[in-house]
């Protein structure tokens, strides 16, 4: 039987393949008025210190999947998204979702998606 791939994340073991597929279904399940951050979807994911990963995973993600409402955990768009800041605002704009001129969501904590947290 082969073994899943595992790396080591501050001496948790995540199997890859599980976080993904759970990034997947989170991202899924995202509000269209909402945005979240790759550190909360880590958490939402049961791997809070796995933000970084979280991000490697949102680049080679399923297209149908709201990558563009994933955001730093300052609100601020994403340096490395296909076509760039302006594309990934113009993607939020779409969606009712404004952008300051600093390429940062302008209401990020009222839009800020944590259903596991009680506000």
């Not at 680049?59 to 609100?75: A, F, I, M």
């Amino acid at each position: 039987m082969a073994k899943k791939l595992r790396i080591t994340i501050d001496d948790a073991r995540v199997p890859i393949a599980s976080l993904r597929d759970r990034v997947y279904e989170l991202m899924a399940q995202l509000p269209d008025n909402a945005v979240t951050t790759y550190g909360d979807l880590a958490a939402m994911a049961g791997h809070p210190y796995a933000a970084r990963i979280v991000g490697g995973i949102a680049h080679g993600g399923p297209e149908e999947l709201p990558w563009h409402r994933l955001v730093n955990v300052r609100g601020g768009l994403a340096v490395g998204f296909p076509g760039g800041q302006e594309v990934q605002r113009q993607l939020l704009e779409q969606d009712g979702i404004n952008c300051g001129d600093d390429y940062r969501v302008i209401d990020f904590e009222e839009r800020r998606w944590r259903p596991y947290q009680n506000k």
